[in-house]
């Protein structure tokens, strides 16, 4: 009985962004972002333990994928993390807007338009340029060089996570 609970608890640890999709840690990135290659992939423990650093505190997120791309300078970053539900990621979504918003993160105002059903949300910080959304579950950044910035971001945007 010990067993099952515990295969139980780790497939729900698992679960995905969207219901029926894999988890972060198990999707698959996309090989390329514009001219970009896939160079590096940080998941489970040690991509969480990244997000803990980042953010100085737990974000709620269940699972997390980092994806570094271009060379080892580290600038071109996919990440992704998912919640326990699509309203934990909406509340941890709106925290990061309100904070990037007040200015006490680092970054110029926040933008947002709709791009395929999803609202996009675009700043700039670090010599960097962001983008993040909301997708189920899950919460999508990707941080880019300025010149790179949108082509990649398109690659990006249009890629099929949980397939």
């Known amino acids: 009985m010990r067993n099952v609970i515990l295969l139980m608890a780790v497939f729900f640890c698992f679960a995905s962004c969207k219901g029926k999709e894999a988890s972060p840690a198990l999707f698959k990135l996309p090989a390329k972002a514009g001219t970009l290659h896939l160079v590096n992939i940080v ?14 505190k737990m974000t709620g997120t269940q699972a997390s994928i980092i994806g570094y791309y271009g060379n080892s300078d580290n600038k071109n970053v996919l990440y992704i993390s998912s919640f326990e539900s699509i309203e934990s990621a909406e509340k941890a979504l709106i925290k990061m807007v309100s904070k990037i918003i007040k200015g006490s993160a680092g970054f110029t105002p ?54």
């Open 43 to 56: 998941k489970g423990t040690a991509a969480n333990k990244l997000m803990y650093r980042m953010h100085g």
């Open 110 to 163: 926040v933008t947002a338009e709709p791009i395929k059903g999803l609202r996009v949300y675009q700043t700039s910080g670090m010599g960097l340029k962001h983008f993040f959304y909301q997708s189920g579950r899950c919460l999508i950044w990707w941080q880019s060089e300025p010149d790179k910035a949108d082509k990649t971001f398109q690659d990006i945007h249009t890629f099929k996570f949980g397939e």
